[in-house]
């Protein structure tokens, strides 16, 4: 569902957030007088998940990077943010979000003690467990996030770490080993605790761990490959890897599109642009000149990708 469109940035809620609604102010009910209190809670915590996920985009951006999409679920919130593939900008875009927890909780701490100085406790019980609610969602929304456990924004910050003293791919591979022992950790202690949304957000960082390690494999491969001359990234300056390593949208069939000039081979697909397997930006194949950089961030739509 489209909420709606904030600084260029689309948001979306998705349809099984209404159903998890119903679920969990229920089960707040027994907390309060009202169930509006509940509802407000709820609503709560995604607003500080929406804030959060603001964070990331935003600071993307900063950097020079795309940041179009937010999705809301009811395990939390996604953005959809592309930085430049560096050690730097990942690491902000990353950080980012956290550090939005982090300028919170002061705020959310002083709401708390002005509603404990005015006697909100004993006038306004509702309102004042309430405020504490919404304190204690913020706190632990910061230390789930630092986990370093991939691809929580803890384990994708430990990799942008180790991408200094490792490289792109290997410092991938590093931080997706590390979140298997975490999230197989997060299950021994959802099943230990009977947790089943905690089993639900294990198994949900055990397929994205299985995810980072495919494309850590295959930035491991890439690596490796020769180098085709005469062509480079306008986007990034990285030259592309020689090879039938894209594949045609239309027939889906593999090809090296450098080799036939944006054209499949197999079907006669001509492909307006190429997105590069290193940023995973998509330019025209007239920009992928060697020595032919531009600033990082501008993108273009392509049906053939690698």
């Known amino acids: 569902m489209h909420l709606g469109r904030v600084a260029g940035i ?5 349809w099984t957030w209404f159903v998890v609604a119903v679920l969990e102010i ?19 915590l995604f607003v500080i998940v929406l804030l ?3 964070g990331h985009a935003l600071a993307c951006r900063q950097v020079g990077g795309v940041a179009e999409r937010i999705v809301l679920w009811p395990l939390g919130g996604v953005a ?38 005015r006697g909100w406790a004993y006038t306004a019980p509702a309102a004042y467990h309430f405020l504490w609610m919404v304190f204690g969602i913020n706190l632990a929304l910061l ?10 924004d803890g384990g994708q910050i430990l990799r942008s770490l180790l991408w200094y003293m490792m490289g792109r791919a290997r410092s991938l591979m590093v931080a997706t080993v590390l ?6 950790g997060l299950v021994g202690a959802a099943l230990w605790l009977h947790s089943t949304w905690s089993l639900l957000i294990a198994g949900y960082l055990l397929m994205n761990c299985w995810g980072g390690l495919k494309a850590a494999r295959i930035l491991i491969r890439n690596e490796k490959l020769p180098r085709r001359e ?3 990234c306008p986007n990034c300056g990285a030259k592309p890897p020689l090879g039938a390593l894209w594949k045609c949208a239309q027939c889906s069939q593999v090809f090296d599109t450098f080799a036939s000039g944006a054209a499949c081979p197999h079907c006669g697909s001509q492909f307006p642009n190429t997105m590069c397997g290193e940023c995973q930006q998509m330019r025209p194949m007239s920009e992928w000149v060697a020595g032919a950089y531009v600033r990082p961030g501008a993108i273009g739509r392509s049906s053939a990708t690698t």
């Not at 229920?26 to 709560?44: F, K, Q, T």
């Open 230 to 232: 005469g062509f480079a």
């Open 26 to 44: 229920g089960a707040r009910e027994s907390r309060y007088s009202s169930v509006i209190w509940g509802a407000l809670e709820y609503l709560a």
């Open 80 to 117: 959809y943010v592309n930085p430049p593939q560096r050690p730097g900008a990942t690491l902000w875009s990353l950080a980012a979000g956290p550090l939005v927890n982090v300028a919170l909780t002061p705020i959310l701490g002083a709401a708390v003690g002005m509603s404990r100085w």
């Open 143 to 152: 230390a789930f996030n630092i986990l370093p456990i991939y691809p929580l």
């Open 52 to 54: 959060h996920e603001f």
């Open 10 to 14: 689309d948001l979306f809620l998705h």
């Open 179 to 184: 979140g298997f022992v975490g999230a197989a």
